[in-house]
């Protein structure tokens, strides 16, 4: 528990820092416990399912010149959505 200290005890005391700096650092331990707890529980993307990283991986072999665009086109074809559009299209 904090208490105040008497005011003899504090005229005795040298500070090796401002009082700004201590504020600063406790703004920044604020704000880190805050940050850290809004962190979500498992950040990035999702896992791909096993199964379409398996395709992706047999595509992409069986079709060396193919780029990612193509390998993206090819999966929409089999009828699903795997992957965002490129380019941001839709």
Not at 30 to 47: D, K, L, N, Y
């Amino acid at each position: 528990m904090l208490h105040r200290l008497p005011l003899h005890v504090l005229r005795q005391l040298r500070l090796l820092v401002r009082p700004d700096t201590v504020l600063r650092w406790h703004r920044n331990l604020v704000a880190r416990r805050h940050a850290a707890s809004c962190q979500p529980e498992c950040p990035g993307r999702p896992r791909t399912v096993r199964s379409i990283r398996v395709l992706v991986l047999r595509l992409a072999k069986e079709n060396p010149s193919w780029g990612y665009r193509r390998l993206h086109g090819e999966l929409l074809v089999l009828g699903g959505r795997w992957a965002p559009p490129p380019s941001g299209k839709s």
